[in-house]
């Protein structure tokens, strides 16, 4: 049910002065006629696919709509294996343990950001109320669809009841304080009894002779140690027993992990990362302060620095004059953030004329570049001199993102080199890494300029061995 008229109206009103027009409209169409689930974690990035809408515009979308109250943003720690969300918060805030541990498949995952942390957008209730508001009103396979799996699992809009009933053996809902007893015939393969509520599971090894004799096998939920464990039984009758001292109902399907199961769960489709998320110049001017704890490091596995410097900037002031130096310098900046954010990147920090920024992938921090150099060509043909010298520097690895000064910010060896790969560059040549002229975007990009990077090994202040970094000219 949607708000009073009025006030989404005006909700909307307040988007349309920050975002794109295209996208505010195909929002407000989301929030008057979708399905609820349609507004139940929504993958920006599948969204914008469908809509037809460039993926930047439409997370700068979401974001400001989220601000503003329209929506809420959700950060779920995923299991990379079956996709199920593991932990799901309003905040990034409350990603703290090393390893998140998913029964479903018997195994840990430390959080990285990149790949085991998703972000998405759930309509707020005071503008629509859904079923997903009230996650134990869903029917068991949509609790599975909306609640349980990622939004990067790629499930088919309809016939979702069809798709698990023909992985499953048997289900049931049990409500707090009740039992159920299922009897079953095991087939010779191996079944895991899933409960997505309480995030439990017991697998059953069913091998050998099959045998006629019934098997026996109890399970008790409850909310202090969910039920785990393998037992071997034989192919034939099986009699299951449930129970449920929770104070909440619980959803247990008996499921046969063969090859059709591991092909629901295996198709994905991209969605929007934690270190996406980030890395975007909308998210840190609308988040600056809110991301990280001081105390948290998480872990990314790659992600792509590029710094840049103004060649003689003193120089530049002695020259030209205090007003005049400091506007073209303020103009550099405005160039370069706007080409930051249009690369799908965002700038984590300025340094008197230098800038530190992020980039998702080796490719948009080439793209990037590449942009800077010609706009500060562009910029000093304007003003029909040579002043605006841009240094700039290019390297991709893992690292931590931290919170210093009271700013998201990002730790690591990745970054000390990334910092003085920039201080060999000069106005000529961008210098970059083996790890980002090697990556496929970035190699495709130069290739279509005509560029070729020549390698040099060089030495790095605080780094034990040569690394080979390439001149972009």
């Given at each position: 049910m949607l708000c009073s008229m009025s006030e989404?109206?005006?909700?909307?009103?307040?988007?349309?002065?920050?975002?794109?027009?295209?996208?505010?409209?195909?929002?407000?169409?989301?929030?008057?006629?979708?399905?609820?689930?349609?507004?139940?974690?929504?993958?920006?990035?599948?969204?914008?696919?469908?809509?037809?809408?460039?993926e930047e515009l439409t997370i700068a979308a979401f974001l400001h709509a989220t601000r503003i109250g329209l929506f809420e943003l959700s950060w779920n720690v995923l299991c990379p294996g079956c996709g199920g969300v593991l932990d799901a918060a309003a905040t990034l805030k409350s990603v703290r343990q090393d390893t998140y541990y998913c029964a479903f498949c018997a195994a840990g995952y430390e959080p990285t950001l990149d790949e085991i942390v998703e972000v998405t957008f759930t309509i707020s209730p005071r503008v629509r109320h859904i079923a997903a508001h009230d996650p134990a009103s869903l029917p068991m396979w949509e609790y599975?669809?909306?609640i349980f799996l990622s939004s990067g699992v790629d499930l088919p809009e309809e016939g979702i009841e069809d798709l698990y009933e023909g992985l499953t053996l048997d289900s049931v809902e049990l409500p707090p304080g009740e039992k159920a007893v299922l009897s079953l015939q095991l087939p010779a393969e191996f079944v895991i009894v899933f409960e997505p509520v309480t995030h439990s599971a017991h697998f059953?090894?069913?091998?050998?002779?099959?045998?006629?004799?019934?098997?026996?096998?109890?399970?008790?939920?409850?909310?202090?140690?969910?039920?785990?464990?393998?037992?071997v039984l034989?192919?034939?009758?099986?009699?299951?027993?449930?129970?449920?001292?929770?104070?909440?109902?619980?959803?247990?399907?008996?499921?046969?992990?063969?090859?059709?199961?591991?092909?629901?769960?295996?198709?994905?489709?991209?969605?929007?990362?934690?270190?996406?998320?980030?890395?975007?110049?909308?998210?840190?001017?609308?988040?600056?302060t809110d991301?990280?704890?001081?105390?948290?490091?998480?872990?990314?596995?790659?992600?792509t620095f590029l710094f840049t410097d103004l060649k003689g900037s003193t120089d530049l002031y002695e020259r030209v004059g205090d007003l005049d130096a400091f506007n073209l310098v303020r103009s550099h900046f405005r160039v370069l953030l706007d080409i930051v954010a249009a690369e799908a990147g965002a700038v984590v920090k300025t340094i008197g004329d230098a800038v530190m920024a992020t980039f998702p992938t080796p490719g948009r921090a080439v793209g990037a570049a590449l942009r800077m150099r010609?706009?500060?060509?562009?910029l000093n043909a304007a003003h029909?001199?040579?002043?605006?010298?841009?240094?700039?520097?290019?390297?991709?690895?893992?690292?931590?993102?931290?919170?210093?000064?009271d700013r998201q910010d990002y730790f690591g060896q990745t970054v000390n080199v990334a910092s003085r790969v920039h201080g060999m560059a000069d106005a000529t040549a961008i210098i970059a890494t083996g790890p980002v002229v090697e990556d496929a975007q970035a190699a495709r990009l130069l290739e279509c300029r005509g560029v070729q990077p020549a390698p040099h090994s060089v030495a790095l202040r605080g780094v034990t061995r040569e690394i080979m970094v390439y001149e972009i000219r």
């Open positions: 989404t109206e005006v909700l909307f009103s307040v988007l349309r002065r920050s975002a794109d027009a295209n996208a505010v409209a195909t929002l407000e169409r989301l929030v008057r006629e979708a399905p609820d689930r349609a507004l139940n974690r929504i993958n920006v990035l599948d969204f914008a696919t469908r809509h037809g809408l460039g599975l669809r909306q059953i090894d069913v091998k050998g002779e099959p045998t006629r004799g019934r098997q026996h096998v109890s399970i008790v939920y409850n909310r202090v140690r969910p039920p785990t464990g393998t037992e034989r192919p034939g009758p099986l009699r299951l027993s449930l129970e449920n001292r929770t104070d909440t109902r619980v959803l247990p399907g008996v499921w046969v992990a063969d090859d059709k199961l591991h092909e629901v769960t295996g198709r994905r489709k991209p969605f929007m990362t934690a270190k996406r998320l980030l890395s975007n110049q909308v998210f840190r001017d609308l988040y600056r991301t990280l704890d001081v105390d948290q490091r998480l872990k990314i596995t790659s992600l010609e706009a500060m060509r562009e029909r001199r040579q002043d605006l010298l841009l240094k700039i520097g290019i390297h991709e690895g893992p690292c931590l993102a931290v919170l210093l000064n």
